[in-house]
């Protein structure tokens, strides 16, 4: 899978984002918990639902050759219990199209298995797809600028 989406924001921002754990349990649909665990890596929990099943991963995930901040390697595995397992990485680029937008590129592959595997390919990638329009459609909302948020009320 790949795709390129523009976010609302300078590169910089992005690249901050994309690094901050509170950020990304926030933007991961399912998310629910994201901790690091060192510079390069998370332990994350996700739950999501493919098809009829619903699954509660929990994941390790690297970051690998990171060139901040215009991208990295991000490269994961979730066991899923009976459910089964996936694992994948992405390759993330970033580039600056003006001050305030950045465009991400990403190329992705994943492996899965176990009984989500029988689900079939086309209803996986059906469901991946749209895990990653909520996870930019999320991000997006996050990185809104500030102009964008309700003016503080004044006193009078």
Same mark, same amino acid.
């Given at each position: 899978?790949?795709?390129? !989406?523009?976010?609302?924001?300078?590169?910089?921002?992005?690249?901050?984002?994309?690094?901050?754990?509170?950020?990304?349990? !926030?933007?991961?649909?399912?998310?629910?918990?994201?901790?690091?665990?060192?510079?390069?890596?998370?332990?994350?929990?996700?739950?999501?639902?493919?098809?009829?099943?619903?699954?509660?991963?929990?994941?390790?995930?690297?970051?690998?050759?990171?060139?901040?901040?215009?991208?990295?390697?991000?490269?994961?595995?979730?066991?899923?219990?009976?459910?089964?397992?996936?694992?994948?990485?992405?390759?993330?680029?970033?580039?600056?199209?003006?001050?305030?937008?950045?465009?991400?590129?990403?190329?992705?592959?994943?492996?899965?298995?176990?009984?989500?595997?029988?689900?079939?390919?086309?209803?996986?990638?059906?469901?991946?797809?749209?895990?990653?329009?909520?996870?930019?459609?999320?991000?997006?909302?996050?990185?809104?600028?500030?102009?964008?948020?309700?003016?503080?009320?004044?006193?009078?």
């Amino acid at each position: 899978m790949q795709d390129e !989406q523009t976010l609302p924001a300078a590169q910089e921002a992005v690249w901050k984002a994309l690094n901050d754990p509170e950020v990304l349990r !926030q933007a991961v649909p399912g998310c629910t918990e994201l901790t690091r665990t060192a510079e390069d890596s998370f332990d994350a929990t996700v739950e999501i639902k493919i098809g009829p099943m619903k699954v509660r991963f929990k994941a390790k995930v690297n970051l690998l050759e990171i060139n901040a901040p215009s991208g990295y390697v991000i490269s994961g595995e979730g066991i899923g219990g009976v459910a089964g397992f996936a694992k994948g990485s992405a390759r993330i680029d970033l580039s600056s199209d003006t001050p305030a937008e950045t465009t991400m590129r990403y190329e992705a592959d994943m492996q899965i298995g176990g009984k989500i595997a029988q689900l079939g390919a086309r209803l996986i990638d059906t469901t991946a797809r749209k895990y990653a329009e909520q996870f930019f459609a999320n991000l997006r909302a996050l990185l809104a600028p500030a102009a964008d948020a309700p003016a503080p009320a004044t006193q009078a």
